[in-house]
């Protein structure tokens, strides 16, 4: 069931994260370069604008609140294609995040789909993902079985999208180089891929449908979380990644997530699936 009202409900001083920390903790599993999947009890976030697509997915299947350029749904499921700012408030309801990167085969259609806005999905199609997605909320998942559930994920998406399944036609050279380096600054891309410093911008965006400072940006927030995940300190995860220092980082986080990247670095909060 979906519903498209003009006002979302009001939660004044809810937090954004970890509300339900004790009963469930978040659990983030990182997939590499194609996306990570998080599952999370209590999401309240301002509005943000992230590269990724995400399919967003009740495990229980009750009703979660998604506000984009005025248009309120209450929804169990829906997709946010990329660029599309939104406001999200998923309050007990096991969400999972199924965040799909530029890298991933089927993100060209996925970002087709930016004039739409938020997307509603029929939960009821995800419905033979059930006790794979319960399994993900509750950190039950390996690695290889949470790969498998991302891929049904956005498979299910794609099919109700209308667009089908498709073959990934951006150019192979780009999307090989990237995939090898892809934290590769434009005069490296240039020499690998032959071309001059100046077509580099251009090519990676025929490659992955992104423009490269917005790619760049991405990546940097991936490296940091990586490291932040193994155990690094925020400044020597933000330095690694390419920020300034960790306040830039900080910042940074914070507008694309909706929280701050110290909440990732509490195991009592967040429990991080490899």
């Known amino acids: ?49 992230r590269h990724v697509a ?42 999972i995040s199924c965040n799909v990167a530029p890298h991933h085969p089927c993100y060209p259609w996925l970002r087709s789909l930016m004039p739409a806005g938020v997307v509603p999905l029929d ?4 419905g033979f993902l059930q006790h794979e997605m319960l399994l993900a909320y509750h950190g039950a998942l390996s690695a290889a079985r949470a790969r498998a559930l991302f891929e049904d994920l956005v498979a299910e998406a794609v099919s109700q999208s209308g667009m089908g399944w498709r073959t990934d036609t951006r150019p192979a050279a780009v999307l090989d180089v990237l995939a090898a380096h892809p934290d590769a600054a434009p005069a490296e891309l240039a020499r690998w891929l032959g071309v ?30 990586e490291a932040i995940f193994a155990g690094a300190r ?8 390419g920020f300034a220092d960790s306040a830039h980082l900080s910042r940074t986080w914070k507008r694309k997530f909706g929280m701050p990247p110290s909440y990732m ?6 429990q991080v699936v490899r």
């Open 1 to 49: 069931m979906v519903k498209i009202i003009g006002e979302p409900p009001s939660h004044e001083g809810a937090p954004a994260f970890g509300f339900l920390a004790d009963t469930v903790p978040d659990h983030a599993y990182p997939l590499g370069l194609v996306g990570f999947l998080f599952a999370s009890p209590w999401v309240s976030t301002g509005a943000t604008v």
């Open 54 to 95: 995400t399919i967003l997915v009740s495990a229980t299947g009750r009703c979660f609140d998604v506000e984009s350029d005025g248009r309120h749904l209450t929804t169990p499921a829906a997709l946010v294609p990329p660029s599309v700012r939104r406001r999200l408030r998923a309050f007990d309801v096991a969400l």
């Open 123 to 126: 939960r009821a199609g995800f």
């Open 196 to 225: 001059p410093s100046a077509r580099v911008g251009r090519l990676v965006y025929e490659g992955i449908g992104v423009p490269f400072p917005l790619y760049r940006a991405g990546r940097r927030l991936a490296v940091a979380a």
């Open 234 to 241: 925020m400044t020597d995860a933000a330095l690694t990644a």
């Open 265 to 270: 670095t509490q195991r009592r909060w967040v």
